[in-house]
């Protein structure tokens, strides 16, 4: 599976935008990217995806670089409950599972 | 409604047993996974059933059996639990293709 490359942590203030950065310089044209993440003592969620274009939820916004090196997912107006371990992930659409890597934990401060 | 759960939520058991864990999904998806998580927290896939058949098997030792009554259930199967089998499990379920997985709350283990 290809590689994602995130920071391991990111500070932000509550009611602020978060801008957490993804590198996979090695994705193939099949791969989607994709973004769950993880509350404490919770299980993986689902946040969004996408191939090419970016992509607007209402959870978050991804955007893709249109060599699709590289995507940011944006919390437009972080809260305390945003506080969570971002994984980005790139998979190919097979029933293979997801490979999940570090992520980054994001810490809100009220 | 809860999409993906488990039973049991917590589970102490001693070296050597016996055990499983169960995990039903009301969602009507067709394919499930049984995922594990470390001590150091890294999530890692184990076994992925489609229609009732088992799709990968990731290096896990074959004391690990996954078994599906039918496609709303995939339990996972423990022989002769050890020290390191100690983790958080997470079971998940998808519609293949549509490439978005709901996980369970997961089932803590501990084996002393």
């Known amino acids: 599976d290809a590689k994602t490359t995130q920071p391991n942590s990111m500070e932000s203030n509550e009611e602020e935008p978060v801008h957490l950065p993804c590198n996979h310089s090695t994705i193939s044209g099949t791969d989607y990217i994709h973004w769950y993440r993880q509350l404490p003592s919770q299980g993986p969620e689902y946040v969004i995806h996408?191939?090419?274009s970016n992509v607007n939820n209402r959870m978050a916004s991804l955007a893709i670089a249109e060599d699709r090196k590289s995507s940011t997912l944006i919390l437009h107006r972080a809260t305390l409950r945003d506080a969570a371990v971002y994984y980005c992930?790139?998979?190919?659409?097979?029933?293979?599972?997801?490979?999940f890597g570090k992520g980054t934990h994001l810490i809100i401060q009220p | 409604d809860t999409a993906v759960s488990q039973t049991p939520k917590y589970l102490v058991t001693q070296m050597g047993n016996d055990k499983s864990i169960k995990c039903e999904q009301n969602l009507g998806h067709d394919t499930m996974y049984w995922y594990k998580q470390d001590s150091k927290k890294f999530l890692k896939i184990m076994f992925s059933?489609?229609?009732?058949?088992?799709?990968i098997n990731e290096t896990v030792p074959n004391r690990f059996s996954p078994k599906s009554p039918d496609k709303a259930h995939l339990n996972l199967h423990i022989n002769s639990l050890e020290l390191g089998d100690s983790a958080v499990y997470f079971c998940?379920?998808?519609?293949?293709?549509?490439?978005?997985?709901?996980f369970g709350p997961g089932t803590r283990l501990l084996v002393l």
């Open positions: 998940a379920s998808e519609v293949r293709g549509q490439e978005t997985q709901y």
């Open positions: 996408g191939l090419t």
């Open positions: 992930i790139l998979a190919g659409g097979g029933a293979d599972g997801l490979t």
């Open positions: 059933y489609n229609n009732k058949e088992l799709i």
